[in-house]
């Protein structure tokens, strides 16, 4: 099992919601800035949202009042909440730790979880 794990993917008609999921695994004590991207295909990988250890979240304009993002710390946990999904979200969606802000030992900086795919049909 890889040090990031996403769940959540799925395949839904353009409207619906889904909710992503990027599980750390190994440590709870640790504290990051993570970040969501996407990638669609025949396509580079795009930012998609961020979030920082104080709860601050910034989303990419094509996504901003659609997308949420919460960090549960206790539970080690990531989550993306989608809503009014569009055709164009369709893509694999990675979580990544941009910064570790706790002494000790983390996981590393710019680790990348292996993707869950989600697909939005019109």
């Known amino acids: 099992q890889g040090l990031l794990v996403e769940s959540g993917g799925g395949s839904v008609q353009a409207g619906g919601s889904l909710r992503l999921s990027c599980v750390r695994s190994?440590?709870?004590?640790?504290?990051?800035?993570m970040s969501w991207y996407r990638q669609a295909p025949g396509k580079a990988r795009e930012f998609v949202a961020r979030?920082?250890?104080?709860?601050?979240?910034t989303f990419t304009d094509s996504v901003k009042d659609r997308f949420t993002l919460f960090q549960n710390n206790s539970a080690n946990t990531l989550l993306l909440r989608m809503s009014s999904l569009k055709p164009e979200d369709t893509g694999m969606y990675y979580c990544?730790?941009?910064?570790?802000?706790?002494?000790?030992?983390?996981?590393?900086?710019?680790?990348w979880g292996q993707g869950t795919q989600v697909t939005v049909s019109s």
């Open positions: 990544k730790i941009d910064k570790s802000h706790t002494d000790g030992w983390c996981l590393p900086n710019d680790s």
């Open positions: 190994r440590e709870t004590t640790c504290r990051y800035d």
């Open positions: 979030i920082d250890v104080f709860g601050y979240a």
